[in-house]
């Protein structure tokens, strides 16, 4: 049978906590993982960690995400209740213009 | 969603029959595609992308020039599906959604030993997780009756998710936990319930979740 480890990873969000209704976001062969913050589906915080180490970057005007793929070169494209957005991670969060057809909108 | 790369994905809804072919870059609709999630790209000769449409039972065939429909093809439905080498592994067949399982019956499902499971209604009766070639024909399957078990509400589509570990296994999480099954022979090697919908990383062997307000957890195997 296969052996499951598990560690908890404390989380300091300043702005908010983590919003259950939220997928988190793995980045493909890395460290990072992506979660957006309480914001009652509003445009709100949001934070990127890094499990190996434990730190987290908090970074601004995200959705909750619905679906998403992070790259190994921390780009990443997420489907949020706004639309399709462009996300980059390295070396800091940053969010592009959300466009087309978000969960919000159909 | 699926990221079909040279910047455009197909974005779509459970239960709806349409949808839509959009440039990443501009958020233009390109086109809408009479076909239901979830999606699966499936490798084929380049110029080309052959999308399967779990949901509608069919393999579009379209141009990556202009995006038009080359073909269409008749295919199983499912519920998830992710390439290992030795071929795709899919959880086929059809929730019954009209089923309606009462409490007690999902509590008796959720504890039932494997020998009555197969004695009991379940609206994941109709499932099963098989080993499929590139022309999606079965190579083997598997009844999975432990599937039900984690298996939460029959109206949630998009309820299974599948992912390789590249170790072998192939990563089956649903809203309430994950299970490991073996690659080639689809056997069940273990698996681990968690509070919330763990995403497992591509290619390496953990996955996380979220575990409290501030905190998540990582869940690694071996």
């Given at each position: 049978m296969t052996e499951f480890r598990k560690s908890a990873l404390a989380v300091h969000?300043?702005?908010?906590?983590?919003?259950?209704?939220s997928r988190l976001v793995c980045q493909d062969d890395g460290p990072l993982v992506l979660a957006a913050l309480e914001s009652n589906a509003a445009v709100g915080p949001w934070v990127v960690v890094?499990?190996?180490?434990g730190t987290a970057t908090v970074g601004r005007k995200l959705t909750p995400i619905a679906d998403g793929h992070l790259r190994a070169d921390g780009s990443g494209l997420l489907l949020t209740y706004r639309g399709l957005t462009p996300v980059s991670v390295i070396p800091k969060p940053l969010v592009g213009t959300s466009r087309g057809a978000g969960l919000g909108t159909g | 969603m699926l990221d079909l790369g040279s910047g455009v994905a197909v974005v779509s809804r459970w239960f709806r029959p349409t949808s839509k072919l959009i440039?990443?870059?501009?958020?233009?609709?390109l086109r809408r595609l009479p076909a239901e999630p979830p999606f699966f790209l499936l490798p084929t000769a380049t110029g080309r992308a052959r999308l399967w449409a779990l949901g509608s039972g069919a393999v579009f065939t379209l141009?990556?020039?202009?995006?038009?429909?080359v073909s269409r093809e008749e295919a199983p439905r499912g519920l998830a599906a992710c390439r290992t080498p030795q071929g795709t592994v899919a959880v086929l067949g059809m929730v019954?959604?009209?089923?309606?399982?009462s409490f007690g019956h999902a509590l008796v499902r959720d504890v039932a030993p494997g020998g009555l499971l197969h004695k009991l209604r379940s609206p994941y009766a109709g499932l099963r997780l098989a080993l499929l070639d590139d022309d999606l024909t079965e190579v083997a399957s598997d009844k999975?009756?432990?599937l039900w078990q984690i298996?939460?509400?029959?109206?949630?589509?998009?309820a299974v998710r599948l992912t390789a570990d590249n170790a072998g296994r192939v990563v089956l999480t649903t809203a309430q936990g994950l299970a490991l099954v073996?690659?080639?022979?689809?056997?069940?090697?273990g698996q681990h319930r968690t509070s919330a919908w763990p995403v497992p990383w591509r290619r390496r062997p953990r996955a996380i979740y979220w575990s409290g307000e501030r905190e998540l957890t990582v869940l690694a195997w071996a």
């Open positions: 969000t300043a702005p908010a906590p983590i919003d259950p209704w890094d499990v190996d180490s | 440039n990443t870059v501009t958020g233009e609709v141009d990556e020039r202009t995006w038009h429909t019954d959604i009209g089923h309606d399982e999975a009756s432990w298996l939460q509400d029959p109206d949630v589509r998009g073996d690659s080639p022979s689809l056997r069940l090697l």
